[in-house]
């Protein structure tokens, strides 16, 4: 398999007088037979960062080496898509929708003139492997969601790529397919060892099949670490929010206490030197709420149940601090509570994230 070595790399789009730089200056090595995530907002170069590594885009400067070999260079693509071995799956699927399902996954090998033989049996291989073998004389629009994105995914595989190129490959999938057809594309990647890299702003995406991550804001990496490092440990405020569901609250510093009106976290051991307003970051699956102490848990104070909805197997609870309700907090909870109610905030202490008031992580 291979590695993926960038240097440098930026991409510069001119749009008359304005330029973007949709990459910048990014250096990173995806090893080989590793799955890496690439997290970010929209517009911050995600899909140009894939598009450059496929060979799609020329970088406006850097290198990619693929395997020590250099594969684009300034202003140059030095090795086309093609015989980069790499393999994509987009958001659209982009099947041919005239040709049946077996058409579709035999296409590329069609084009490579391979023989009729060969063609049968890698295509038996590939439907068997991504459990397409019963709808092989079907048209894509006699298909399901799942098993369209199936099919090119059958496609992307086909010729045994070197390398797995995916940008947002779950995004029109319904919710309730999503999470076997990501089960699905981790199983495949770790079976055969694929490099691969994934795009996506659905922080689910990234952690369900990626080995390493980044999360790209204006073209740069703003962190890289494994997803359980990016969401437990994130940076920043807004890698916070990128990776997942939080509360990020002002707090005044009291007495090595973080102080959010009647509520207190304890700030033991950690150095805030000289910081006397801060953010706080608390998931919501990181409190819990009970009128009495829990083990592994601190006690931030008293709050008042405002709302209580309930999706995907948990109830969303908003409580504000008693002493002042314009402050909404997010709980997870497996019970209802009913509204009005007054009981006991509880957050686990080593999970409480503590930012600047710009945004970066205090104790990363
Ligand atoms: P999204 O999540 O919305 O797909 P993204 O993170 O993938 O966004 P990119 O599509 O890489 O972002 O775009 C990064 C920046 O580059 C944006 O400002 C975009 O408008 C600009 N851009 C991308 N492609 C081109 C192009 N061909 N010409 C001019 N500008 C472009």
């Known amino acids: ?15 008359g007088k304005t330029e973007v730089k949709a990459v910048d200056n990014v250096s990173i090595t995806i090893d080989s037979g590793m799955a890496f995530g690439v997290l970010g907002p929209s517009g911050h170069g995600k899909t140009t960062f894939l598009r450059l590594i496929a060979g799609l885009e020329e970088p406006t400067s850097g290198y990619i080496y693929f395997d020590n070999e250099a594969v684009s260079s300034p202003r140059r693509v030095v090795m086309s898509p093609e015989k ?12 041919y929708p005239n040709m049946t399902v077996f058409d579709n996954i ?6 490579a003139k391979v023989p009729k033989d060969k063609i049968e049996n890698k295509v038996k291989e590939v439907s068997e492997e ?52 990501r089960a699905l594309v981790r199983k495949i990647q770790r ?32 962190q890289i670490g494994t997803p359980t490092e990016i969401y437990e440990y994130p940076a920043t405020d807004l890698i916070a929010r990128l990776t997942g569901e939080i509360n990020l609250i002002q707090a005044k510093i009291i007495e090595n206490n973080a102080i959010i009106a009647n509520l207190k976290v304890p700030l033991n051991n950690m ?13 919501p699956d990181d409190l819990t709420l009970s009128d009495t102490l829990l ?7 008293i709050v008042k149940v405002k709302l209580v ?21 997010i709980v997870d909870a497996e019970e209802p509570l009913e509204t009005g109610i007054e009981t006991h905030l509880l957050a686990k202490p080593n999970k409480v994230k503590i930012f600047d008031l710009n945004g970066s992580n205090l104790i990363t």
């Open 1 to 15: 398999m291979t590695t993926i070595r960038v240097e440098n790399l930026s991409k510069i789009f001119k749009k």
């Open 84 to 95: 980069r071995g790499i393999a994509m799956v987009f958001q659209n699927w982009a099947l």
């Open 106 to 111: 035999a296409f590329p090998l069609k084009l």
């Open 130 to 181: 991504l459990g397409l073998s019963g709808v092989l004389n079907r048209y894509p629009k006699e298909l399901s969601g799942g098993q369209m994105q199936r099919t090119a995914i059958a496609r992307a595989l086909v010729k045994d790529p070197k390398v797995l190129l995916l940008d947002e490959p779950f995004s029109n999938l319904d919710a309730q397919i999503r999470e076997s057809a």
């Open 191 to 222: 079976e055969r060892k694929l490099t691969t890299l994934i795009v996506s702003h659905d922080p689910a995406d990234i952690f369900a099949i990626a080995n390493k991550a980044g999360v790209i804001v204006n073209g740069k990496f703003a």
């Open 271 to 283: 150095e805030l030197k000289g910081q006397s307003n801060i953010v706080i970051g608390l998931r």
């Open 295 to 301: 083990d592994k848990y601190i006690d931030m104070g």
């Open 309 to 329: 909805s309930y999706g995907a197997g948990i109830f969303k609870i908003v409580v504000s601090p008693i002493t002042d309700e314009n402050i909404d907090i």
